[in-house]
């Protein structure tokens, strides 16, 4: 029987994070210098945890936020399917009030049950199920890895946390999160379990 352990985190803060800048799949960006400082956080707090294996999506924002952990030793494997949702036309933009418009409008979209919805050039949470499902499909096939830290992105990461809970993804705004924070969930070979919720504790220490 398989047994996991999944440490998910979202990537650790970009310069359009801070700025408030729409990024999703087109945009690869950098970690800032407060992003730096996320990941240096992240590892100090769970550097004796051992991972046997590391995922991350395909955008340099998630290696960068993990990299102390690859200059280990643990394996790592990029999945695109779990980059970050694509914004299409929006990548990029400031948040403007007809930006803020048109996102408040795709989230309603969402909330009831539109989940077709997207941008124009961007895709819309049922397209992002179906290659997080694949990305999923890849990671559980590995049963000796017991252990597995995955880096991902924000929007992505309440969708797949939708799909490991059974929760429809019309209940995606249920996970909140921020830079560099945990999820935790153990699969007990049946079910997926949340047991550490947005957990950030370790962005507290100095």
């Known amino acids: 029987m398989i047994q996991k352990t999944l440490y998910i985190v979202r990537h650790g803060q970009t310069e359009l994070n801070r700025l408030g800048v729409v990024q999703g799949r087109g945009m690869d960006t950098d970690l800032n210098?407060?992003?730096?400082?996320?990941?240096?956080?992240?590892?100090?707090?769970?550097?004796?945890?051992?991972?046997?294996?590391?995922?991350?999506?395909?955008?340099?924002?998630?290696?960068?936020?993990?990299?102390?952990?690859?200059?280990?030793?643990?394996?790592?494997?990029?999945?695109?399917?779990?980059?970050?949702?694509?914004?299409?036309?929006?990548?990029?933009?400031?948040?403007?009030?007809?930006?803020?418009?048109?996102?408040?409008?795709?989230?309603?979209?969402?909330?009831?049950?539109?989940?077709?919805?997207?941008?124009?050039?961007?895709?819309s949470p049922n397209e992002v199920e179906i290659r997080e499902r694949e990305a999923l499909d890849v990671i559980m096939s590995h049963p000796q890895e017991k252990t597995v830290l995955i880096c991902m992105h924000g929007r992505a990461m309440r969708l797949l946390l939708c799909i490991l809970s059974g929760k429809p993804l019309t209940e995606m705004d249920t996970f909140p999160h921020q830079n560099l924070v945990l999820y935790k969930v153990i699969y007990d070979g049946e079910k997926f379990e949340i047991v550490d919720f947005n957990n950030s504790e370790h962005l507290k220490q100095s």
Do not use: C, V
């Open 33 to 123: 210098d407060e992003g730096r400082k996320q990941a240096s956080q992240f590892y100090d707090a769970y550097k004796s945890i051992p991972f046997d294996k590391i995922y991350i999506s395909a955008l340099k924002r998630t290696q960068q936020s993990i990299q102390p952990f690859i200059d280990l030793g643990i394996p790592y494997q990029k999945l695109s399917g779990l980059d970050e949702l694509a914004w299409g036309i929006h990548e990029g933009q400031p948040a403007t009030a007809q930006n803020k418009a048109a996102f408040l409008q795709i989230m309603r979209d969402w909330l009831d049950g539109r989940l077709d919805s997207k941008f124009e050039g961007g895709e």
